[in-house]
């Protein structure tokens, strides 16, 4: 059993509590950065990123193990990919950025690669400041080779490794994203760029805070450079993609997170995440941070599918999407959502309670339920009912809707009665 977590503790000793003893933590990246800010009401997937916790190990251990993630294949030809343009010290990659970013500078042909290695995250995040500033004052083309930036993420620093970042002549900063994915006739799938955006929004942001701390502060570009394979060759190609509409949401967003250490304060004691725990106690400590589920969890988050049967199992309409969740008002439940319907509860003049009742209305007139003034559930007009007096429609030899043991008249043929 891990130690109780003691109230007066550094953060980071209480979110290595959190954790589980002996258990290292996992970083948290761009990705991952870029769905928690897309759902920052999430105040589990908070804490556990924040605390390094493996949500996968996680999943499996409660029972229901998460297919998110990216493929052996997929990840070793994004390897090879990312490794083809980046031979001979970038060249294509600085072509390309030269090509689609910066075609009045002066041509890449002498470029700086400086060494950015160092130990640990803290010590990269430092020299990679280091870096920037040095290829400012030296002026030219400069690339930077999985640079480590810092970013502070709801009170606790997140270390992001971009693919590349490029430095122009005039000392500006490019955030390079190399995909995979293939870019045919100059387009590629909006779903796979708008997720590139997204993440590289992430690395603009930190590099923003990196900016922030030289004087002059550099210009961080808001058009990345996206590299990916042409025409389903091995050969790279690049477009510029504006990001800023992604900076500033995914900034907004961030913004709203609840601090780690907040949440943290709010857990009982002795809460751990460790995968090695029993699964009730595992469960019990999950359990004890709030979710907030949404349909698309299931593509960014390995707890989704746990989440989805807890959402489901109470019935709340986060479950069903998030626009339909804006548009329920203070209806969060479904059980919420039927009563309002059959005017059970729910206030009139709410224009959700009003919506809701007009469509079970209408919907109890399309299949022919009881409304007011018509006799044994039917309504005028509906299949299977006749004004008194009115002469029959049925056709002599049929067998009557309303009485279906009525013998038939007609006579059958052989391959009918067969079938009967």
């Known amino acids: 059993m891990p130690p109780p977590r003691t109230r007066g503790t550094a953060l980071r000793q209480r979110l290595a509590e959190l954790r589980g003893p002996d258990v290292p933590a996992k970083a948290l990246d761009a990705r991952a950065l870029a769905a928690l800010a897309a759902n920052p009401g999430c105040r589990r997937r908070a804490i556990l990123d924040g605390a390094g916790v493996n ?3 996680l999943a499996g251990a409660l029972g229901s193990p998460s297919g998110f993630g990216q493929s052996q294949f997929a990840f070793m030809r994004g390897n090879a990919f990312e490794a083809r343009v980046k031979a001979d010290g970038g060249a294509d990659l600085l ?13 890449p042909a002498r470029a700086r690669v400086p060494e950015l290695s160092a130990i640990g995250p803290e ?3 430092a020299r990679t400041a280091l870096a920037l500033r040095e290829a400012v004052e030296a002026g030219g083309w400069t690339l930077l080779d999985h640079p480590m930036l810092a970013l502070d993420v709801a009170g606790s620093p997140a270390f992001l490794e971009p693919d590349a970042v490029v430095v122009h002549p005039d000392g500006g900063w490019t955030v390079v994203e190399i995909k995979s994915f293939p870019m045919v006739d100059g387009s590629a799938d909006p779903a796979k760029v ?6 590289a929004a992430v690395y603009v942001l930190a590099l923003e805070e990196v900016a922030a701390r030289l004087d002059p502060a550099p210009p961080v570009r808001h058009q990345v450079l996206l590299v990916c394979p042409k025409d389903f060759s091995n050969l790279p190609t690049a477009s510029a993609v504006d990001v800023r509409k992604q900076r500033a949401v995914t900034r907004r967003q961030l913004t709203r997170l609840t601090r780690i250490e907040d949440i943290a304060d709010t857990l ?16 019990a400590a999950v359990e004890s941070v709030p979710a907030t589920y949404a349909p698309e969890c299931l593509s960014a988050c390995e707890l989704a599918f746990h989440c989805r049967e807890r959402s489901r199992a109470g019935g709340a309409v986060t479950s069903l999407g998030r626009s339909l969740r804006a548009e329920l008002g203070g209806l969060t439940t479904v059980e919420d959502i039927l009563a309002a ?5 729910g206030d009139p003049d709410d224009p959700a309670v009003a919506a809701l009742r007009r469509a079970a209305h209408l919907r109890a007139e399309a299949l022919g339920r009881q409304r007011p003034g018509t006799p044994d559930g039917q309504h005028p007009g509906a299949p299977g009912t006749q004004h008194p007096g009115a002469p029959s429609t049925q056709h002599p030899g049929t067998a009557d809707p309303q009485h279906p043991e009525a013998p038939r008249q007609r006579a059958e043929s052989p391959e009918a009665a067969r079938c009967h």
């Open 123 to 125: 010590g990269r995040a």
């Open 55 to 57: 949500k996968a190990a």
């Open 268 to 283: 009982p004691e002795g809460t751990c995440f460790s995968p090695e725990l029993p699964p009730d106690q595992l469960t």
């Open 194 to 199: 708008g997720a590139a955006a997204r993440q």
């Open 341 to 345: 319907s059959r005017g059970e509860t």
């Open 95 to 107: 072509r390309l950025a030269h090509e689609k970013l910066d075609p009045g500078a002066e041509p």
